[in-house]
Structure formats: C-alpha cells, structure tokens
T-cell receptor, first 113, second 111 residues
Framework: DGGITQSPKYLFRKEGQNVTLSCEQNLNHDAMYWYRQDPGQGLRLIYYSQIVNDFQKGDIAEGYSVSREKKESFPLTVTSAQKNPTAFYLCASSMQGRFYGYTFGSGTRLTVV | GQQVMQIPQYQHVQEGEDFTTYCNSS?????IQWYKQRPGGHPVFLIQLVKSGEVKKQKRLTFQFGEAKKNSSLHITATQTTDVGTYFCAGLRGAGNMLTFGGGTRLMVKP
C-alpha cells in the first residue's frame, strides 16, 4: 500500500542534542512538507520541498534543517538551536500542482528531557 | 501574511445534535481544503472546494465556500461519536502548493 512512513513514533532527546526524524513516501509525490503541531494548536510549516535537491524555509525554520536527496525521502533534523523542540512533527506529501490534498504520515512525538 | 482563523476552538455536543465550524481568511483563497484529525492521530484530507459559492456533501457533512472566497464552513448533521476529532481548514498560500492551516475546531460528542 502506498503511504508515508514516519519514524520513530516517539523520540526522547536530551537538551543540546541534534535528532533526525525520518519521512519516507512511496506515493511518487513530488512535493513534501514538514509541519509542527503543539498541543491544542494548528499546524505550522517548518520546511517544504517541491523537487529533489531543492527545499524552502517555512514559517518556523529556525533551529531545523532538512535535505531532499531522493524523491522518496525528506528527513528533518531538529538541532540544539531549536529553543522549544517538544512537539508533534508531521510530514506530508502531495502531487505537484495547486489542487491536490496532502497525505500525512502518522507523526513523530518528540520530547526533550 | 495570510492568516486563516477558525471558530469555535472547542465544541461539545450531545450525540444527534448538529455541529458547525467556521473558517475565515484574511485574503482571498484560490481554494480551501478540510482535514480531520482523530485524537492521537494525524490529519486526513476530507475535501477541497475551489469555486465561489461551492457546496459539497459527504454523507452527513456539508462543506461551503463563501461567495467572496474568504470564508468556508463545515456542517455535520446529527453528530455521532465517530465524528470526534479536530477539524482543520487550510488555504493555499503563494504560488506553490503550500497550505496555511487554521487553528482547528475540536469536536467532542457526548453519547
């Protein structure tokens, strides 16, 4: 079955450490996105990529980095520079073009301890 | 920048009652999308509205896009416990396919 796989489901990080969240899709979608969701809040865009080897900052990119070396993969690194990283991270993908809905992964819940 | 606001933030209803959530944008939208997120889950795409004044139905769910393409609503008739979750609207931003999400309306249904 086609879909998006995010791993791990839960992640605990010590302050000062970098961590990388995995996102893999087999939907053959060109565009991929990372969103952050805080409890009781909406989704805020961190980074997005419309084609391989290209990505753009979203609204809250500070303290995060991404890469897009393969069409299927869009990993997100949460660096130690991110002041408040505890959140639910959602990866999504869509077909290119303006009128396609997003398919979301099941998310990674990151907790800083 | 573009802002998308949703009201109410929370809604408690008795099973069988109707429910409506409203979405308002600070700018004209080329389209509006709606998503549902079950508790502990991830958002799932429900529908997209593109035309001014468009109305679409999915069983007990009715979606409307305003004439000015700056507002939208989702109405659920006779809620069921399976309707529990948070409903998000989202509008396209910029030239690409990036969405700006509203803050969501969390629906709780008492059996």
């Amino acid at each position: 079955d086609g879909g998006i796989t995010q791993s791990p489901k839960y992640l605990f990080r010590k302050e000062g450490q970098n961590v990388t969240l995995s996102c893999e899709q087999n939907l053959n979608h060109d565009a991929m996105y990372w969103y952050r969701q805080d409890p009781g809040q909406g989704l805020r865009l961190i980074y997005y990529s419309q084609i391989v080897n290209d990505f753009q900052k979203g609204d809250i990119a500070e303290g995060y980095s991404v890469s897009r070396e393969k069409k299927e993969s869009f990993p997100l690194t949460v660096t130690s520079a991110q002041k408040n990283p505890t959140a639910f991270y959602l990866c999504a993908s869509s077909m290119q073009g303006r009128f396609y809905g997003y398919t979301f992964g099941s998310g990674t819940r990151l907790t800083v301890v | 920048g573009q802002q998308v606001m949703q009201i109410p933030q929370y809604q408690h209803v008795q099973e069988g009652e109707d429910f409506t959530t409203y979405c308002n944008s600070s700018t004209t939208l080329s389209n509006i999308q709606w998503y549902k997120q079950r508790p502990g889950g991830h958002p799932v795409f429900l529908i997209q509205l593109v035309k001014s004044g468009e109305v679409k139905k999915q069983k007990r769910l009715t979606f409307q896009f305003g004439e000015a393409k700056k507002n939208s609503s989702l109405h659920i008739t006779a809620t069921q416990t399976t309707d529990v979750g948070t409903y998000f609207c989202a509008g396209l931003r910029g030239a690409g396919n990036m969405l700006t999400f509203g803050g969501g309306t969390r629906l709780m249904v008492k059996p």
